[in-house]
């Protein structure tokens, strides 16, 4: 018998058996075609990554549209735990929230020389969509991936589902704080009508920015942690350059720039038609734009992030 060559030196198949066996070399070579093969797609796998990600990334926003029902259970859920043991619940946050449009009403109306049955109706819409809309949803989505961490990392669990999760549940608390400008109007006797009805297409953009907010600053925020801080500055800053508590109005010709900061015209396709001021085709155009602009930078951190959220929350 010819003794067997070192183990080191046998050629293996791809089905785990040495090639060499036969005796025949040219049989270690048609055994070893299929790894080169192999080989040759993981390279070019590698080479087309983002390409991977990006469907990966598609995939994950379709499963998590099919668990939108596992999302807006969690997002109560988030509401009824945040308030458990409180007499009043979320309310406190309707009463919060009326208490600061009375006070600020009453004097700012006189800072400014404003006639308050003019003003509070646009305090009370302009205070409650900041707070309940834009400001918290900033705020929430820097989280979105991090209040999740235990879920993440335990499950799998398309991420999709926590951002809408995040939406659901700031929706339901704009949604009780609505009470507050209602009160107003009906005080006054100041209704919007039919008009309220065209506030109802810039709502749907704000649900699909407070979606882009969480696939975008959950990512980075899941990563650097001192982001938060960052995003709330920021944030409090654009609450005193964006016309909330003042009028576009008093500015006169000195307000040629407010199209150019994005959250005034995302507030006006909202507020507008609420305090019966139709936004007009500049202040659309000027909201679409931006949030396109938003989308794709939010698309495009998204995939480069998603595989690696699960290891940094």
Not at 53 to 80: E, N, P
Not at 196 to 205: E, I, K, V
Not at 220 to 243: H, K, W
Not at 283 to 300: D, E, M, P, R
Request: glycine share 8%; hydrophobic share 55%.
């Amino acid at each position: 018998m010819n003794a067997l060559p070192p183990v080191s030196e046998r050629p293996i198949a791809m089905d785990g058996s040495w090639a060499g066996r036969t005796g025949d070399p040219s049989a270690a070579t048609r055994d070893l075609a299929p790894a080169r093969a192999a080989s040759a797609d993981l390279l070019l796998d590698a080479r087309t990554g983002r390409a991977s990600r990006g469907a990966a990334a598609r995939a994950d926003v379709r499963d998590g549209l099919r668990l939108w029902g596992l999302a807006v259970s969690l997002g109560w859920l988030d509401i009824k735990l945040r308030y458990r043991g409180s007499a009043l619940g979320p309310l406190w946050l309707t009463l919060s929230s009326a208490a600061m449009v009375g006070s600020m009403g009453w004097i700012y109306s006189m800072l400014f020389h404003l006639v308050l049955r003019d003003y509070l109706p646009f305090l009370a819409v302009s205070l409650v969509l900041w707070q309940a809309g834009i400001g918290a949803v900033a705020g929430d989505a820097c989280n979105s991936f991090l209040k999740a961490e235990q879920t993440i990392r335990s499950m799998r669990m398309p991420f999709t589902v926590q951002v809408l999760r995040t939406v659901v549940s700031n929706v339901i608390v704009l949604g009780h704080n609505v009470i507050v400008p209602l009160v107003v109007f009906a005080i006054f006797g100041v209704w919007p009508g039919l008009h309220a009805l065209m506030s109802l297409p810039g709502l749907a953009l704000w649900l699909l920015d407070g979606a882009a907010a969480c696939y975008m600053l959950g990512s980075i925020c899941a990563r650097f942690r001192d982001v938060p801080p960052i995003v709330g500055s920021l944030m409090q800053i654009a609450y005193y350059i964006t016309p909330v508590i003042w009028k576009p109005s008093q500015l006169g010709a000195r307000g040629w720039w407010l199209p150019l900061n994005p959250f005034y015209p995302l507030l006006e396709v909202v507020r507008g038609p609420l305090l019966s001021q139709p936004p007009s085709l500049l202040i659309w155009g000027a909201a679409l734009g931006y949030s396109a602009v938003f989308w794709i930078i939010a698309g495009a951190l998204f995939i480069r992030a998603r595989p690696r959220i699960a290891f940094w929350v």
